[in-house]
């Protein structure tokens, strides 16, 4: 029922607009309908912020999202696998080497709408198709604005393209050397004075083996998928300078993981409704809704056969915020708010033995996360120098948490009702960027920054045989402080370099820390420090340009007490240096030549570091030629020379990345 609720609501709030947009326009007072937010706040500059452009969005060797953002210096996934052969729960993004477990650190935000998971925080990764975004924007560092409580290491925003990026209609079709197929259309029209966008994307396939040959078994299984995503969005003035915004998306998404039966499930059905205002009292007024499902099948690695089978994890996200930026003096440009969001969910499951296949217990666990933020911000320019400073406070609340196993029979095993607990925290971040010279810009910040533990990590304990992780329904909010320092330097017309020096920890950092040899739990660290250096480079010469980016992170787990065996160790899943180079060349219209080289360097899978995961090089290409009119052929290639990249290694069981694979098909726009 709660489904087919929000469909009837989303679907009402994409129509509500198309009667608005119908009306008849004054010719003299022509109204332009962007479907943006608000211009990004003059603080982009002080911070170390990168620009994706949909170009380069739009061009990868996989056609994957989580592909183009590893272009950038401190992109980090939990694990090296992509969105069709991993499982969904370890889609955990973050910046800055401040990973360590599968949730996101870092706030991932479609067109101002926070999309992580309610209940795992995992970013649905398989949802977002490249195709119908214009640019991407990445600010490393804590976050006070909105939504900052989710801005740990940083924010990634996603901007959705209109008709005038899209071209009217933007469709592909490609299939690979492994019979697997991506179909993709985005089709966009004007509508009086404002416009819609629908978009749907269908991947599926027969996979690759992640388990290497000299550990295959019968029952070892290609990691299959089959993923699809719909969208609409509807965009109309309410007046010559108020927009309103409504949007719904639907995804699914099924996969296999190394054996016959391993497999799992993810799907989502999102609304938004957004209304922006850009006069002199500019404003954005946002409000969505999220209802979400997990399901995960596990196989023993010994006797393969299932032996939890977390059947049904329904979540629902809820939450909104209001921004205004008043004209309070010249020179300021200020932005307060209120930011509000809701997590709920329970994780159904049920064990089973791995000898008999008989039920042993049944157990649900779940609960309640919430946040109020109230924000401030203002940046103030003086001639050449521009200021920035904000402060934020977060009420958090953690609630209705529990922990309940019975035996088969109805028996009760054990029972935990975690206390209800609540707290408010001050956060804040400045900073100040100084033009220097017509061709040099200095930049200096500091930061605070807040992440409440998700309901997976509180009460969802999982299982990758033969290792347990326990959750903590005890675990305490992980906080950020910060410093960087560093500049923009465009030495030639067309040459820019960005280099930041950064100094980042973050406190109680939660971390599955290992209690025996196939035992973990969720804790929380004093902290991991982390300490580095993030560059890019770009050049454009004519039709060539050649972008590369690198980051050197020196990334330690700091404390005493509990975690003193771990003191000086590297936090899991954590890459000391990976680079990336992209050299891309457009002849005429329509055309688009371009090769990736990316390395990632050795690091540890687990915080003992016993288990390394050997460093990867890896070659990436893509090649768009036009046929006729707005027809091209396109060909890519994924991990050219076939690099082994190893995702996993538990004590000598390997999962492996994407081997060599090559796209061939038709795209029509774009």
């Not at 679907?11 to 119908?22: D, H, K, N, R, V």
């Amino acid at each position: 029922m709660k489904r087919e609720m929000l469909y009837a609501a989303a679907g009402l709030a994409l129509l509500a607009p198309f009667p608005a947009s119908a009306q008849e326009e004054d010719p003299d007072n022509e109204i332009v309908v962007t479907g943006e937010g608000l211009e990004p706040a003059l603080s982009t500059i002080v911070f170390s912020t990168v620009e994706i452009e949909r170009e380069a969005i739009v061009s990868s060797g996989s056609g994957r999202i989580e592909d183009v953002l590893a272009n950038v210096a401190g992109f980090q996934q939990f694990r090296r696998s992509d969105s069709r052969s991993s499982n969904p729960s370890a889609q955990g993004v973050t910046l800055r080497a401040l990973g360590g477990n599968a949730t996101s650190r870092a706030l991932v935000l479609l067109d101002g709408v926070p999309i992580a998971d309610p209940f795992f925080g995992y970013i649905p990764l398989s949802s977002i198709a490249p195709e119908t975004l214009s640019r991407i924007r990445v600010t490393r560092g804590g976050g006070s604005g909105p939504f900052g409580a989710g801005a740990l290491a940083g924010t990634i925003e996603l901007e959705s393209a209109g008709p005038q990026t899209i071209g009217g209609v933007s469709a592909s079709l490609l299939a690979n050397d492994r019979e697997e197929t991506e179909a993709s259309a985005v089709v966009s029209q004007q509508l009086g004075a404002g416009f819609g966008v629908v978009s749907g994307r269908w991947d599926r396939g027969q996979g690759f083996f992640t388990t290497p040959d000299d550990q295959r078994v019968p029952a070892s299984a290609r990691a299959a998928f089959d993923s699809w995503q719909v969208g609409l969005r509807g965009v109309a003035p309410l007046s010559p300078d108020v927009e309103l915004h409504a949007r719904v998306s639907l995804f699914d998404d099924d996969r296999t993981l190394r054996f016959d039966g391993a497999n799992s499930h993810h799907e989502g059905q999102d609304a938004s409704l957004r209304v922006v205002g850009r006069g002199d009292w500019a404003f954005d007024a946002l409000a969505y809704v999220q209802a979400r499902n997990f399901s995960n099948v596990v196989i023993s690695s010994s006797r393969f056969t299932r032996v939890l089978d977390q059947r049904n994890t329904p979540s629902t996200g809820i939450g909104g915020k209001f921004e205004l930026r008043p004209p309070i003096a010249e020179g300021h440009d200020v932005r307060i708010g209120i930011d509000y969001r809701r997590a709920d969910g329970e994780l159904q499951e049920e064990a089973y033995s791995a000898f008999s296949g008989n039920l042993t217990e049944r157990r649900r666990a779940g609960g309640t996360n919430a946040n109020l933020g109230l924000f401030i911000e203002d940046d103030w320019s003086i001639g050449p120098l521009v200021i920035t400073g904000g402060l934020r406070a977060d009420r958090t609340s953690i609630s209705d948490g529990f922990y309940r196993a019975v035996d088969a029979g109805g028996a009760l095993v054990s029972e935990e009702v975690a206390p209800d607990r609540s707290d408010w925290a001050l956060s804040w971040r400045a900073g100040a960027s100084f033009y220097a010279t017509r061709r040099l810009d200095l930049r200096a910040a500091a930061y605070t920054g807040l992440r409440l533990p998700t309901l997976n990590e509180l009460y969802r304990p999982f299982v990758v045989f033969p290792v347990v992780t326990q959750a903590n329904a005890a675990l305490e909010n992980e906080r950020l402080e910060g410093f960087e320092l560093g500049l923009n330097w465009q030495p030639v017309n067309e040459a820019v370099l960005s280099i930041t020096a950064f100094d980042n920890k973050v406190k109680n950092a939660i971390a599955n820390v290992t209690l025996a040899p196939n035992l973990r739990q969720r804790q929380n660290l004093p902290a991991i420090n982390a300490q580095g250096i993030e560059g890019s480079l770009a050049i454009v010469l004519g039709t060539v340009r050649f972008d590369a980016s690198a980051a050197y992170t020196d990334a330690t787990i700091a404390g005493e007490g509990a975690s003193i065996t771990l003191d000086g160790n590297r936090p899991p899943q954590t890459p000391e240096f990976a680079a990336s180079a992209t050299l891309a060349w457009e002849p005429r219209d329509g055309w688009r030549l371009a090769g990736t080289l990316r390395h990632v360097s050795s690091q540890f899978e687990d915080d003992q570091q016993t288990d390394v995961l050997p460093a990867a090089t890896t070659v990436n290409l893509f090649a768009q030629i036009p046929l006729a009119g707005r027809v091209s052929v396109v060909a890519r290639a994924e991990n050219l020379f076939d690099e082994t990249i190893v995702t996993r290694n538990a004590g000598g069981s390997i999962d492996l990345a994407t081997p060599r694979t090559v796209w061939l098909g038709v795209r029509v726009g774009m």
